[in-house]
């Protein structure tokens, strides 16, 4: 059975860093893709960024290039998403995705499995 367990969400303050990460288990991390979406109230769900099975090819919103980071470890069976500069705008509950594709994709119909979900709360 395939379990994505998200962590590191939470109340910060505007211009604060934050980190997330996504353990994941029953499934081959290292060829699928992995990918952080998230979902504001009576948004649509968006991709915030995604990275390919071998962690050279990674895709951004947007809102969000040059300030977050999406990194990978395939022994830790672990993605990551660094946030820099977070603003109030990026509030959100942030998802954690795998795909079982090689490469990096924002289309959430392309993802097979999904995690609970943790909060990110950016205060102004």
């Known amino acids: 059975q395939v379990h994505l367990a998200e962590s590191g969400g939470g109340l910060v303050q505007a211009g604060d860093p934050l980190r997330l990460s996504c353990a994941a288990s029953g499934l081959t991390f290292s060829v699928n893709t992995m990918a952080w979406f998230r979902q504001a109230p009576g948004k649509e769900r968006e991709c915030v960024a995604a990275?390919?099975?071998?962690?050279?090819?990674?895709i951004y919103t947007d809102s969000v290039k040059g300030r977050f980071t999406i990194s990978r470890d395939n022994a830790k069976n672990t993605v990551y998403l660094q946030m820099n500069s977070l603003k109030p705008e990026d509030t959100a509950v942030y998802y954690c995705?795998?795909?079982?594709?090689?490469?990096?994709?924002?289309?959430?119909?392309?993802?097979?499995?999904w995690g609970q979900g943790t909060q990110v709360t950016v205060s102004s």
């Open positions: 995705a795998a795909a079982r594709r090689l490469t990096p994709s924002n289309n959430r119909w392309l993802y097979d499995y």
């Open positions: 990275i390919g099975a071998f962690g050279t090819n990674t």
